[in-house]
């Protein structure tokens, strides 16, 4: 009866464990993608922005002449945002943005104040497009502050704890043994090794503990979308960011 409730038990805790492990792992998959989406939106959006901006105020041959000043203010914001995107912290962002001094909300201002001030210059199109790149920015920022609590993870070390428990006394002999059995599960005799008939308990033991480990580890790991194995790593992203820098360089320099 008591081995009978022991299994049960072990069953139970292994559909429990089972459960919850594919809800942590699915959970934090569908974060990473959220993620990985919002980051290449806010980068794709920046690139049309620099883009589209550097035609009208600077290349076009009916652009202002004030234009060039114009597109290296708002150039050396988007560099600037662009190197917090890629070196810097949730925390000095959010920093910047309560005290209004980050690049997007400087780049609005520059260009909210350029379509005041030159009637024949059409830049409305980058006040929408800075609208849709803050709203981008917010959701990557939100969902990189939204992973798996830590108290999920303890009850799932919790159960694995429990399951490694349960199996161990599920296992146990019990009553008199008719030989002394090895820790390992093997010894050796004249040079030869020599199985005990446990052997296979201790190899299943093994196999139920490195599955823990593993379902444990996965788990933790696609909660680190910056340090871990299944990183945000775009190469949309990694494109974007490239030619976005690449193409206000040199406005910079001027600036």
């Given at each position: 009866?008591?081995?009978?409730?022991?299994?049960?038990?072990?069953?139970?805790?292994?559909?429990?464990?089972?459960?919850?492990?594919?809800?942590?792992?699915?959970?934090?998959?569908?974060r990473?993608?959220?993620?990985?989406?919002?980051?290449?939106?806010?980068?794709?959006?920046?690139?049309?922005?620099?883009?589209?901006?550097?035609?009208?105020?600077?290349?076009?041959?009916?652009?202002?002449?004030?234009?060039?000043?114009?597109?290296?203010?708002?150039?050396?914001?988007?560099?600037?945002?662009?190197?917090?995107?890629?070196?810097?912290t949730?925390?000095?962002?959010?920093?910047?943005?309560?005290?209004?001094?980050?690049?997007?909300?400087?780049?609005?201002?520059?260009?909210?104040?350029?379509?005041?001030?030159?009637?024949?210059?059409?830049?409305?199109?980058?006040?929408?497009?800075?609208?849709?790149?803050?709203?981008?920015?917010?959701?990557?920022?939100?969902?990189?502050?939204?992973?798996?609590?830590?108290?999920?993870?303890?009850?799932?070390?919790?159960?694995?704890?429990?399951?490694?428990?349960?199996?161990?006394?599920?296992?146990?002999?019990?009553?008199?043994?008719a030989?002394?059995?090895?820790?390992?599960?093997?010894?050796?005799?004249?040079?030869?090794?020599?199985?005990?008939?446990?052997?296979?308990?201790?190899?299943?033991?093994?196999?139920?503990?490195?599955?823990?480990?593993?379902?444990?580890?996965?788990?933790?790991?696609?909660?680190?979308?910056?340090?871990?194995?299944?990183?945000?790593?775009?190469?949309?992203?990694?494109?974007?960011?490239?030619?976005?820098?690449?193409?206000?360089?040199?406005?910079?320099?001027?600036?």
């Amino acid at each position: 009866l008591v081995k009978h409730l022991g299994g049960y038990f072990f069953s139970l805790m292994s559909i429990v464990f089972g459960t919850l492990t594919a809800s942590t792992i699915s959970d934090a998959t569908a974060r990473l993608a959220a993620l990985r989406a919002a980051a290449v939106e806010e980068c794709t959006l920046m690139m049309t922005l620099v883009k589209r901006l550097e035609v009208v105020l600077v290349l076009d041959k009916n652009a202002p002449a004030r234009g060039p000043d114009l597109f290296a203010a708002v150039a050396d914001r988007l560099w600037t945002h662009s190197t917090d995107l890629l070196g810097g912290t949730r925390e000095r962002e959010l920093k910047l943005i309560a005290e209004g001094t980050d690049g997007i909300s400087e780049v609005l201002q520059i260009l909210q104040q350029a379509q005041c001030s030159f009637d024949e210059t059409e830049v409305s199109f980058s006040l929408d497009l800075c609208g849709r790149l803050m709203e981008a920015r917010g959701i990557r920022l939100s969902l990189e502050n939204s992973g798996i609590p830590a108290v999920q993870y303890s009850v799932l070390e919790s159960l694995s704890v429990a399951l490694a428990a349960a199996y161990t006394y599920l296992t146990l002999d019990r009553g008199p043994l008719a030989y002394t059995p090895h820790v390992l599960g093997f010894s050796t005799v004249n040079g030869e090794i020599v199985l005990d008939p446990s052997f296979g308990v201790h190899v299943l033991f093994a196999a139920v503990c490195a599955a823990l480990v593993v379902f444990n580890a996965l788990a933790k790991d696609v909660n680190l979308p910056f340090s871990g194995v299944f990183r945000l790593e775009s190469g949309t992203v990694a494109a974007s960011l490239k030619q976005l820098r690449s193409t206000t360089a040199p406005y910079r320099e001027v600036n």
